[in-house]
């Protein structure tokens, strides 16, 4: 087996408790193992990947419940999982399709390192303009949700009235930049006024509504009228508000509902 230089040890958070509401400090567990004896645990067909850097969304509460979705719930004891970027560190005697150094990326969750198989292991090759890190927002799951969700789903096209909410998030930012390269009219909202501000200074929305103002309903119905597509990762008071100003033949692309992930 290949290595490069490594500490002994390594840390990790487990799930400890299923949270009834909020994440509490007992929610997880932080634990500190043996970095030899995961590499003792190694097949000739794994790899050893140090992880670098772990994306936190918001999906990450629904994977907390023990219930039916469309992926397994995360079991007690077990690492929390998380979508991951990382670097190839060591690499069994029989790995042919990997090298040590290699950029890689997979729900390695909240650990420090993990080993897994070389088949099927993702090794990321940015095009020109782009860094590894791009997977982990544009071009890995936010950046496809938004794309796929807004076009596939919402079928947006030039001249139509987008609606946008979490519209600062990982998620919303892509999407309304989506919606105004294709010559739509992008209402954005957020929860802040320095989001909002980004929004339209930075990322040139149409108009960027605070949900959190006094007067958001008004403001809203004033900036868009009726709506042709919402994309909605938010759900509750303001799904409920986006359905009552819908166009004729509109679209509504249900990405999420982070209001109601805690209750």
Known sequence: MATSNLPTS?????????????????????????LEELKSSMKDTDVLVQVDYISLDPAMRGWLRDQRSYI????????????ALGTVVAIGSQVDNAKIGDI???YYGWSEFVCVPAKGLTILSPPPGATELDFMGVLGMTGLTAYFGLFDVGQLKAGETL??????????????????????????????DDKCKWLEEELGVD?????????FVRDFKDSVGYL?????????????LCLSRLNKNARIALCGAISEYSK
Do not use: H
């Open 72 to 83: 397994a719930p995360v079991a007690i004891g077990e690492v929390m999982r998380a979508g």
């Open 163 to 192: 609606v946008v909410s979490g519209a600062a998030g990982a998620t919303g930012s892509v999407v309304c930049q989506l919606g105004k390269i294709v010559g739509a009219k992008v209402i954005a909202i957020a929860g802040s």
């Open 10 to 34: 390594y840390s990790r958070y487990t799930l400890q408790e299923r949270p009834e509401a909020y994440i509490t400090p007992t929610t997880f567990k932080y634990e500190t193992l043996s």
């Open 104 to 106: 890689v990326t997979g």
């Open 207 to 215: 108009k960027a509504i605070n949900y959190k103002s006094p007067n």
């Open 228 to 240: 042709d597509v919402y994309f909605d990762n938010v759900g509750g008071e303001i799904l409920d």
